[in-house]
């Protein structure tokens, strides 16, 4: 009896649509939460414009929130802002629909082979041919409508990394290269390390800046939406953290007397437990700077 209650309650809760959000960002643009990770939605006559797009088991739901949105039609573009599932579970659905999808060359590489992280064993299937991106480019670009995109080659998080940004709504998406909470994945596999997460925050920076502009939105994947200052903050905090796990390495340390060190200790109340992220970044030393690399 216990145990068939307990399977129904497991089912019950597989099948659970997920909590999906929906908050407006600017004239015709929203912020849709709870697909797995932040995805933006352009809405408009020419069809939406999506970056990113939740994990693939909630790309039904997503599709059917962006559907619902004022004056919605079919999505014709989509950005992935990088190769994670996070931000590619919508483009098997939409490749199939005859969306464009748009992604820095490195990521329609990623995703076109079988990927292990060494650090935990967790594996990502390659994705069809139709769910890859079928336009990539590799430094920078604009859309018809005036929206720019841009690669940021320092490496914050993966190789493959892209900026969209909406200039009508001053609305900056930026994906995993800066965090709205928590630490950081630490993705060196595919190229992500410690000093890119400090130069890619300094090229936001930048592309806020550029045009005396300080009031950008900027949309991260993960958490809700960050400031000029927030990001200036950042630049900081990984800054002194980088400085600190340097010396360290050019010292002989391995990582778990990195980790040990506590070298983002002054953080760590108001954004969590960095051992992870520590032990990560220290790796990812190595993948940069090693001889042996
Ligand atoms: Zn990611």
Do not use: C
């Amino acid at each position: 009896m216990q145990a068939a209650s307990a399977g129904l309650a497991t089912r019950y809760a597989f099948g659970q649509a997920p909590n999906i959000t929906t908050a407006q960002l600017g004239d015709n643009l929203y912020l849709i939460s709870g697909a797995g990770g932040n995805v933006i939605a352009l809405t408009g006559s020419a069809g939406v414009v999506m970056v990113d797009g939740g994990l693939a088991q909630n790309a039904d739901a997503l599709a059917k929130a962006v559907a619902a949105l004022p004056s919605s039609g079919p999505v014709r573009t989509l950005f992935n802002t990088h190769w994670h599932p996070e931000q590619t579970g919508s483009n098997e659905k939409l490749g199939k629909a005859g969306a464009t999808i748009i992604a820095q060359e490195n990521t329609r590489l990623w995703l076109q082979q079988n990927i292990t992280w060494p650090w935990n064993g967790q594996k990502f299937q390659k994705l069809p041919k139709i769910a890859q991106p079928n336009k990539t480019f590799y430094d920078k670009g604009t859309l018809d409508s005036g929206i720019r995109y841009g690669y940021i080659p320092d490496a914050a998080h993966t190789d493959g990394d892209l900026y969209v940004y909406f200039p009508q709504q001053n609305v900056l998406a930026v994906g995993d290269a800066a965090y709205g909470q928590g630490w950081p994945v630490v993705d060196w596999w595919t190229g992500g390390w410690i000093g890119g997460i400090v130069g890619g925050l300094q090229r936001i920076q930048s592309v806020v800046t550029k045009d005396g502009n300080r009031d950008t939105k900027i949309i991260p994947a993960v958490g809700p939406a960050l400031s000029l200052a927030d990001i200036t903050a950042q630049v900081d905090m990984y800054g002194t953290i980088y400085d600190r796990l340097n010396q360290m390495i050019n010292k002989g340390r391995g990582p778990s007397e990195a980790v040990e060190a506590k070298p983002a200790k002054e953080y760590e109340t108001k954004i969590g437990n960095a051992d992870e992220f520590i032990r990560r970044s220290f790796e990812s030393l190595w993948a940069y700077l090693s001889p042996d690399a």
